[in-house]
């Protein structure tokens, strides 16, 4: 394979022409020079998976332990991410900036699952990282919230005390984590993969509501395990 400084002027004309036709311009190329992750980006989506799952060295290398990546929670939590789905998550890899100001707010990055998933769907991953059993309050069939609402297929921050105006202003494929099922996804997923709990001690209120409109809450028990609540 030719490199750049073998290849002819007016082979590299050929070149830039049809990347023109394709709508890229010089901008990209000087986002490409200026901004290395974007550069990995790009070069992933070009090279494939292997290359994806190797740029998240470099958002570790801000993030830390508050970084996990869709290969490792494949791994702990026994599920597939598709390569349609991991290059969806490389691509819309929040910015360096972005990544500073998550290191900033002590949040945690993550992906959401490769579907979908409910509170319930969620719990049965692994009910024993909860602390109520299948007859929970909220399994009843009156509670929508915990079968309707569904943490989605995208990058998750997990953390405290973030303004919805904040919130308002995450890049695109990335979500704050608010919604019991988004939660709960976040916490029990961290823990499989590092086997720790994200948070020691907890009552965090979600927007999730009861069938009475009460607020629904989420705790971590001294003796182990997730409980949800809505008082």
Request: net charge negative; glycine share 6%; hydrophobic share 35%.
């Amino acid at each position: 394979m030719k490199g750049l400084a073998d290849i002819s002027y007016q082979e590299l004309e050929i070149i830039v022409t049809k990347l023109s036709e394709l709508g890229v311009t010089s901008e990209h190329f000087q986002r490409l020079r200026l901004n290395g992750k974007y550069a990995q980006v790009v070069a992933g989506a070009f090279l494939g998976n292997d290359y994806t799952e190797a740029n998240y060295d470099s958002v570790r290398d801000i993030l830390g332990e508050n970084f996990v990546s869709p290969g490792e929670v494949a791994e702990a939590r026994k599920c597939t991410y598709s390569d349609e789905l991991r290059q969806q998550f490389a691509k819309t890899l929040p910015s360096e900036e972005f990544l500073l100001w998550l290191r900033d707010h002590c949040c945690v990055l993550m992906p959401g699952p490769p579907v979908p998933m409910s509170l319930l769907e969620i719990r049965d991953l692994d009910s024993s990282l909860f602390y109520s059993g299948p007859n929970s309050w909220y399994a009843h069939s009156n509670q929508k919230f915990s079968c309707d609402e569904r943490v989605s297929v995208q990058w998750l921050v997990l953390g405290r005390d973030i303004s919805q105006n904040e919130q308002e202003k995450f890049p695109p494929g990335t979500k704050f984590a608010h919604t019991t099922a988004d939660i709960c996804w976040g916490i029990t997923s961290y823990k499989k993969v590092c086997n720790t709990w994200l948070f020691s001690h907890i009552h965090l209120k979600t927007s999730s509501r009861d069938a009475a409109g009460h607020c629904v809450s989420i705790g971590l028990l001294k003796t182990g395990g997730i409980s949800v609540m809505n008082y």
